[in-house]
């Protein structure tokens, strides 16, 4: 039930509910978040079922230090992936240091708490070490976003202080004098309201072709292009933050990813499945029509984009036995949909493509020996490598961003005999890095300082990639920034007398988060909220999903 509406901010501070907007992966991070701070959430999302973009993504999410890398020996760097980022596009050094510090605990926040499994790595591009993680089966997106959807409506089933409702079209922000108060949305007609501080997580505009769009005002020159975006990504979020003066940054920046699939029956799609930008580090290559590379597969996503419309078309995105093995229940799942193809030898592909097999073959030796020489020679290339040093690759040298590294790699030799995975690709609307500015804590500004009650949380929050997204960290975003906002939003709401505990959690804490009584919980509880009211029938605790105790 709502919370009545009173004059001032006493309906909201302290609030009797946050109110997440959107239920993909950061409005389900935000929401067990605020849960876990003993606050009541609600998540409105106009779809009739939860998920969103999340449940596409389909590389994985990045990491850095994180028990998975540890356990494979992998020496990875909070400061390399910060440097990383920043290099692959970021601009805000803040907002970043948030994104990557945060990046292993939430990783591992993921793996202990909704016990998923994260134990196989890749290396994307931009990326100086292997650090995007996804299970064995399975888009990683739909994984993750399924484990903590399905955990939030566990406690909705048997507590009130979780609350889901779909097919609720959020359009208004309610306000009282300065800050947000709560919201206005549309469920079968009627108009309906809640009340508390909001946390919108309902995405990018990727999909907003509508006259007086978003893509229209600030991109009306990818329009003609493709999207992998879900038809309910027309920047409500965007919208509604802009009716209250919250500042927006970087709308101009919409990435277009270089590797939308193209269905051969049905070329003309608006929408395209995307391509796993894993199909590329698990040592995918992409050749143009006359079975040329031409780039660093590992390269920035803006950067492949820009080589392949300097090329000609159709480009085709070829993976050999051992690159298809690594990452197979993908291949599977494409070309169960259509959108890739299986040759059971590089002959088959070759006259496929209507070019020599001699070439295809002389373009995979090229890129073996490129390898070696790597291998043995790491900074002897002629040309400058990306994100740094030397490359002995021609094909993508001669660009300025040469391949240095590789996986999965075949002689010349073995081409024709070798079975492959392939599919057609083109580029395609992907991701919106402009949207509501953020603060590293989550909250919406408004003439430069924090606006108050409103916090935003995954594609619908600017300034956290700059100009240039890179592969692996749009789930992340979603689930640090959603815990951020989460966390500080219920900080809000609870009220400066609310003797709010912030994280880092301490050990007691800790030991809660990891299972122990319910009557260790409610005093923690206690001890974290002071003086507010707690049930302690609608406590949590950690299991396979969070129940009430």
């Not at 590293?440 to 594609?459: Q, T």
């Amino acid at each position: 039930m709502s919370a009545p509406v009173s004059k001032g901010v006493s309906c909201v501070y302290p609030a009797q509910q946050v109110i997440v907007v959107g239920g993909g992966l950061a409005g389900f991070s935000a929401a067990h978040t605020v849960l876990e701070h003993g606050g009541k959430c609600v998540v409105l999302d106009k779809s009739p079922f939860c998920g969103g973009n999340s449940t596409k993504a389909t590389s994985g999410i990045n990491g850095s230090e994180t028990k998975t890398q540890k356990a494979k020996g992998i020496e990875d760097s909070n400061q390399l992936f910060v440097s990383d980022t920043l290099k692959g596009g970021a601009k805000k050094p803040d907002v970043v240091e948030v994104l990557c510090c945060e990046s292993g605990p939430s990783v591992n926040w993921l793996i202990d708490k909704f016990e998923l499994d994260l134990s196989l790595l890749a290396r994307l591009g931009g990326h100086s070490m292997p650090r995007t993680h996804r299970g064995a089966e399975r888009f990683p997106g739909m994984t993750i976003t399924y484990a903590l959807m399905q955990s939030f409506e566990k406690v909705a089933e048997t507590c009130e202080r979780a609350r889901i409702v779909n097919k609720a079209e959020v359009y208004e922000l309610i306000t009282n004098g300065d800050a947000i108060v709560g919201c206005r949305y549309k469920k079968a007609g009627v108009t309906n309201r809640e009340y508390g501080p909001v946390i919108l997580c309902s995405g990018g505009f990727g999909a907003d072709f509508g006259e007086g769009s978003l893509l229209a005002k600030y991109r009306p020159d990818l329009l003609h292009l493709p999207t992998t975006n879900g038809e309910h990504c027309t920047g409500d979020a965007i919208k509604m933050g802009e009716s209250v003066k919250a500042q927006t940054i970087d709308l101009e920046w919409v990435q277009v990813h270089p590797t939308g699939l193209v269905k051969p029956d049905d070329e003309a799609a608006k929408v395209k499945f995307l391509a796993a930008e894993a199909l590329r580090g698990v040592g995918g290559l992409i050749f143009n029509r006359d079975g040329e590379r031409f780039c660093n597969e590992l390269g920035r996503r803006d950067y492949v984009t820009g080589e392949m419309w300097k090329n000609k078309a159709p480009f085709r995105l070829c993976l050999n036995k051992a690159a298809a093995d690594e990452i197979i229940w993908h291949c599977k799942h494409y070309t169960g949909r259509g959108v890739m193809k299986f040759y059971d030898s590089g002959d088959a592909l070759a006259k496929d493509m209507g070019v020599p097999v001699e070439k295809l073959a002389a373009a995979h030796q090229q890129h073996y020996e490129a390898s070696k020489k790597q291998e043995a020679d790491p900074e002897g290339g002629k040309y400058d490598a990306y994100p740094g040093g030397k490359s002995h690759d021609e094909p993508s040298g001669k660009t300025g961003v040469g391949k240095k590294f590789y996986h999965n790699v075949i002689t010349g030799a073995q081409f024709a005999k070798e079975p492959f995975y392939v599919a057609i690709i083109t580029p395609a609307i992907h991701y919106c890095m402009g949207g509501l500015e953020t603060t590293k804590d989550g909250e919406c500004m408004r003439n430069g300082k924090a606006l108050p009650g409103l916090y935003v949380a995954g594609e619908a929050a600017g300034g956290v990639h700059g100009n240039n997204r890179l592969g692996g960290n749009s789930l992340l975003d979603c689930v640090v920034f959603g815990r951020v906002a989460g966390r500080h939003c219920a900080k809000y709401a609870f009220g400066e007398d609310g003797k709010f505990r912030p994280y880092p959690i301490d050990k007691r804490d800790r030991e809660v988060s990891q299972g122990s009584s319910g009557r260790l919980l409610l005093d923690v509880a206690k001890s974290t909220l002071g003086r507010r009211e707690i049930d302690p029938s609608c406590l949590m605790r950690r299991t396979r999903t969070l129940t009430c105790v």
